[in-house]
């Protein structure tokens, strides 16, 4: 069994930053991308940031030069630094993985595992 869990959303002004951070845990052998993806309602969830195991990075346009995501493959987190941010930023930001597990049976292809989703809402 594999969770992912989200904190760090909340309420800010515009122009102001955030942290949101994602702990993978369970029976991980190994992650391959891992993500962030924000939704409104009404709208296509929409990949906002990736980063690879060896650490290659993409961003959307939109987020480009204002949002940095990191991760910590020893720790098997994934971070979002948010600055600059804008009403438009406000969404439900959830995180996602390819996530090879191990159980007792062996090393398993890697699936994909979202987030229970984090609120980040930008409004003066």
């Known amino acids: 069994q594999v969770q992912l869990v989200e904190s760090g959303g909340g309420l800010v002004q515009p122009g102001e930053s955030l942290r949101l951070s994602c702990a993978a845990s369970?029976?991980?052998?190994?992650?391959?991308?891992m993500c962030w993806y924000r939704q409104v309602p009404g709208k296509k969830r929409e990949l906002v940031a990736a980063?690879?195991?060896?650490?290659?990075?993409n961003y959307a346009d939109s987020v480009k030069g204002r949002f940095t995501i990191s991760r910590d493959n020893a720790k098997n987190t994934v971070s979002l630094q948010m600055d600059s941010l804008k009403p438009e930023d406000t969404a439900v930001y959830y995180c996602?993985?390819?996530?090879?597990?191990?159980?007792?049976?062996?090393?398993?292809?890697?699936?994909?595992?979202w987030g229970q989703g984090t609120q980040v809402t930008v409004s003066a």
């Open positions: 980063a690879t195991s060896g650490g290659s990075t």
């Open positions: 996602n993985a390819d996530i090879v597990v191990v159980t007792t049976t062996g090393i398993h292809g890697a699936n994909t595992y």
């Open positions: 369970g029976n991980i052998f190994s992650i391959n991308a």
